[in-house]
């Protein structure tokens, strides 16, 4: 029963345009989003997270955005680099359905593989 | 200076066999984490500790035993190792129960 789904295994994108990441939620009492970025063996990073009292969130050429409504957020990265070409998770935190704790769990999606070519 | 380690990085072995994994980090945190990326790519949770204490224990065949010698340390041991245990071990820690956490580079297991 997968919480947090990200439905496109891959994009392509070109040298400086803008890469869209996608994240679907099915788990209204999530409160916490973030962003982890991960090349090829070695353990995913943390890039960036928004709390669900907010809309967006932006560091840099990263911006998240949540549309709590939707159960959607995405992460927007301008311009696109080739050296962020990765493996994106999204992952969320919260609490169950039910309302009990989840001790701190973070549920991730599967994964998009994002390539920038020059 | 790696924030969280793994020990090894790669384990070959057959199967029936038993096995352990190391896992240090030298942030200071609390929290500590087992994670298993299966061959779907899907990173999920099998057992959390706090304070040296086990909080998650998800469902994961009792072959897999978490110990944590300390708040700084976390090794998972697993016994009789079968085909199916073949993944990428991630350890994580983090300051709290809840928020983000810091991965180690993850160990590669292949059970021939």
């Known amino acids: 029963d997968q919480q947090v789904k990200q439905n496109s295994p891959s994009l392509s994108v070109q040298e400086g345009r803008i890469s869209i990441l996608n994240c679907d939620y099915t788990?209204?009492?999530?409160?916490?989003f973030l962003w982890y970025k991960k090349y090829p063996a070695e353990g995913p990073t943390f890039l960036i997270s928004?709390?669900?009292?907010?809309d967006k969130n932006e560091d840099g050429r990263f911006t998240v955005f949540l549309n709590k409504s939707a159960k959607h957020l995405s992460l927007h990265i301008v311009p696109s680099q080739p050296g962020d070409s990765a493996v994106y998770f999204c992952?969320?935190?919260?609490?169950?359905?039910?309302?009990?704790?989840?001790?701190?769990?973070?549920?991730f999606g599967r994964g998009t593989q994002l390539t920038v070519w020059p | 200076d790696t924030a969280v380690s793994q020990t090894p990085k790669y384990l070959v072995t057959q199967m029936g066999n038993d096995k352990s994994i190391k896992c240090e980090q030298n942030?200071?945190?609390?929290?500590m984490y087992w994670y298993k990326q299966d061959s779907k790519k899907f990173l999920k949770i099998m057992f959390s500790y706090n304070n040296k204490e086990l909080i998650i224990n998800e469902t994961v065949p009792n072959r897999f035993s978490p110990k944590s010698p300390d708040k700084a340390h976390l090794n998972l041991h697993i016994n009789s190792l079968e085909l199916g245990d073949s993944a990428v071990y991630f350890c994580?820690?983090?300051?709290?129960?809840?928020?983000?956490?810091?991965f180690g580079p993850g160990t590669r297991l292949l059970v021939l």
């Open positions: 928004i709390s669900s009292i907010k």
């Open positions: 994580a820690s983090s300051p709290g129960i809840a928020g983000q956490q810091y």
């Open positions: 788990n209204s009492m999530f409160d916490y």
């Open positions: 992952a969320a935190s919260g609490r169950k359905p039910d309302g009990g704790s989840t001790l701190g769990r973070l549920y």
């Open positions: 942030l200071g945190h609390d929290t």
